[in-house]
């Protein structure tokens, strides 16, 4: 009798299920997650941060972030995704936003089973911590250091248009003129890759801080940049020291 | 009214021809509650099957052979569950693509053979463990999208196929009739795309016996002697 149960059980063993647990409830199936908080940075860029509750059934293996100037934006709009999990946080990082939009952002995670999105969070004026530009400078003048110091208004200052190779601003005063060339449409940020002439020669190595004032309008500050200023009567090339700060027209 | 498929009538049909030759077959009916494991686990409810078969030999047989039919239809657990994709180049990173699915009714049938033997048996009481084979069709329509990327909309047939475990522990009313309670577990592939249909039953049934073997006393005292 011992040895036919203990035969029983024998085959009821190796025919037990070795398959997926099922989940009670079938919510158990899909991670959850949350939205936790955005956190705007110096240089305008935003940190957004989530939070896995639950993974579900399966470990999570895709995590991140979509964001609209909409509210409750989808999953596939302007899409991050988190490298890694830390615990069960993750975040990512948005660049080059617009500070006269509010923006949605929506955590989301993935395990084997399916995907869970969280609410979104708002943020508005967006854009970089003006502290850190290191002048302060009265709009629409050029001050240029040099053998001599001259401080000219400028007599025009052109909006934004699209160029050949990204955006270009152009600005004179009654003697000098500037040309700057953004790769993108220029937002509030720091840019060390615009290019930018001056008395249409190139110049390198300048920073520009650029604040969005209204929809198609910017200042463009510019606290050193190293130019040379040709001599009327000589012909010759000084190097001068540049500092701007101008206002583009909408 | 829940109507009985044709194609379950028509292997039904095919199951008892081939039961036909057999001078002792012998037909039970089962009503199981359908756990679903396996890829179907997560999609689907449990629900109640019925099963009809035809069966070798009679209540005091230490072997069984049975040969049946399985039938059930399984409801979705969700209206739509959330699925994604998760496309890899043409775009700057991966982008994980967001989709639902639809489910809708998901019935099988199909058609077993399995082998039982008595492990034990106390006065009315008999413990019987098997296993089996079984093939048939599963038939299942969906509706998938994922967004920008695909829509999908199913409704056919998959054929399927695997083996079964069984344990019961019957008890006998008497010569033609017993009742039991069996436990199944059924491990079930589709053939094409390998999808797992593997699912339990717990379920009751009963066996009748039109053909009944009384033991001869004569033969009892020849054993004896």
């Known amino acids: 009798m011992i040895k036919r149960i203990l035969s029983f059980l024998l085959v009821m063993i190796f025919f037990t299920p070795s398959c997926v647990k099922v989940q009670k409830d079938v919510n158990s199936y899909y991670p959850l997650v949350k939205t936790t908080y955005v956190t705007l940075n110096k240089d305008g860029s935003v940190t957004v941060t989530g939070q896995v509750i639950s993974a579900g059934s399966t470990s999570i293996q895709y995590c991140g972030f979509c964001m609209d100037t909409t509210a409750n934006p989808d999953m596939l709009t302007n899409q991050l995704l988190s ?4 615990g069960n946080v993750f975040s990512c990082t948005y660049s080059s936003l617009n500070a006269l939009y509010t923006y949605y952002f929506r955590a989301f995670a993935a395990n084997a089973n399916g995907y869970a999105i969280g609410s979104a969070v708002s943020l508005s004026h967006a854009g970089f911590d003006t502290s850190l530009i290191p002048c302060h400078l009265s709009a629409q003048y050029m001050v240029l250091t040099g053998t001599t110091n001259e401080t000219d208004p400028y007599s025009y200052v052109d909006s934004v248009t699209p160029s050949s190779t990204g955006y270009e601003v152009l600005a004179y005063t009654g003697s000098h003129s500037l040309d700057i060339v953004f790769s993108q449409y220029p937002i509030s940020g720091i840019y060390t890759n615009a290019s930018v002439a001056f008395d249409a020669i190139a110049v390198s190595g300048a920073t520009l801080y650029v604040q969005q004032i209204s929809a198609g309008v910017i200042d463009i500050t510019i606290c050193q940049a190293n130019v040379e200023v040709q001599n009327m009567f000589s012909g010759n090339f000084y190097p001068y020291v540049m500092a701007t700060k101008f206002r583009s027209l909408s | 009214m829940c109507r009985i498929p044709e194609n379950f009538v028509k292997l039904l049909f095919v199951c008892l021809s081939m039961y036909g030759g057999v001078a002792s077959a012998q037909i039970g009916v089962e009503t199981s509650l359908v756990s679903p494991n396996g890829d179907i686990g997560q999609f689907y409810k449990k629900n109640i099957s019925a099963d009809i078969y035809a069966m070798s030999g009679d209540a005091d047989d230490r072997l069984r052979v049975r040969m049946g039919l399985f039938y059930t239809k399984l409801s979705p657990r969700l209206d739509t569950v959330p699925i994604y994709g998760v496309q890899i180049g043409g ?7 967001p989709g639902i699915l639809v489910d809708g009714k998901l019935s099988m049938e199909y058609m ?9 048996k106390i006065k009315k009481f008999a413990l019987f463990a098997g296993i089996g084979i079984e093939g048939g069709k599963v038939h299942e329509s969906y509706y998938r999208v994922l967004e920008t990327v695909l829509t999908d909309i199913t409704n056919s047939d998959v054929l399927v196929a695997g083996y079964k475990a069984n344990s019961s522990i019957e008890y006998k009313i ?21 999808t797992n249909f593997t699912h339990t039953t717990m379920g009751v049934g009963t066996n009748v016996y039109f053909v009944t073997r009384k033991k001869s006393k004569h033969k009892h005292r020849l054993t004896n002697d």
Not at chain 2, 112 to 120: A, L
Not at chain 2, 176 to 193: E, K, M, P, S
């Open chain 1, 83 to 86: 490298d890694s999990l830390n």
């Open chain 2, 91 to 97: 775009t700057p990173q991966t982008l994980v693509v």
């Open chain 2, 112 to 120: 077993y053979g399995d082998i039982s033997y008595r492990v034990i």
């Open chain 2, 174 to 194: 008497n010569p033609r009739f017993d009742v039991y309670f069996q436990a199944n577990y059924i491990h079930l592939i589709a053939t094409d795309h390998s």
